[in-house]
């Protein structure tokens, strides 16, 4: 079993629409939760990094993290195409830092 | 501040050549790390370091070496290259280790 799980897709949208990505891991001691965005093409970017349970917001994007059921989620508002994109969740528990195999993203007009 | 920079960021080579890639990291990082990204396999770690010591490793073959100069500056190095080894080859730095990583465009290595 991988120790973090993120559901390839890919997942396609109408522009405007809210987008739910998630991982899953089984690693309690993952302190730090990231997710980044990858466009084809480029190096990932970081979007959204975490420490504590809850959420946090920025902007259109919100970050959600489940300590208990070991779950994470990244909420993206009012989708845009320019959002399309792979999205890789990635967590650390200082020792070494683990990343989900991407979500792939496509939001059409 | 200038991000991180990958060099070159196109290569093609043939099996049992070697290669060597080049990073440099976002000034004032000291950490660097090596990742392998294929559409199968996600971003894959290979290693770490820090202060010109590597402090990590994943499970890849001893063919795959790296090294960090004294300006922070890393390169690695993989040997008698094999067609699998055909990748996207990812660098990311950080200001300490384990900590937020910036990456940059990598290097898109084909093996013929």
């Known amino acids: 079993q991988k120790e973090v799980e993120q559901d390839p897709g890919p997942l396609s949208v109408p522009e405007g629409a809210i987008v739910s990505l998630n991982c899953t891991y089984s690693n309690s001691a993952f302190q730090y939760f990231m997710w980044y965005r990858q466009y084809s093409r480029k190096g990932p970017e970081l979007l959204m990094y975490t420490y504590s349970s809850g959420n946090k917001e920025d902007g259109r994007f919100t970050a959600q993290v489940d300590k208990s059921s070991k779950y994470i989620s990244l909420f993206i508002r009012d989708s845009q195409p320019s959002d399309s994109a792979t999205y890789l969740c990635?967590?650390?528990?200082?020792?070494?830092?683990?990343f989900g195999t991407g979500t792939r993203l496509q939001v059409f007009p | 501040k200038a991000g991180v920079t990958q060099t070159p960021r196109y290569l093609i080579k043939t099996r049992g050549q070697q290669v060597t890639l080049s990073c440099s990291p976002i000034?004032?990082?000291?950490?660097v790390s090596w990742y392998q990204q294929t559409p199968g396999q996600g971003l894959q770690f290979l290693f770490e370091y820090f202060s010109e010591t590597q402090r990590n490793k994943g499970n890849f073959p001893g063919r795959f070496s790296g090294r960090q100069f004294s300006n922070s500056r890393s390169e690695m190095n993989v040997s008698t290259l094999e067609l699998g080894d055909s990748a996207l080859y990812l660098c990311?730095?950080?200001?300490?280790?384990?900590?937020?990583?910036?990456f940059g465009p990598g290097t898109r290595l084909l093996v013929l």
């Open positions: 990311a730095s950080s200001l300490h280790e384990q900590e937020t990583q910036y």
């Open positions: 990635a967590m650390t528990d200082t020792d070494k830092l683990i």
């Open positions: 000034s004032g990082h000291r950490s």
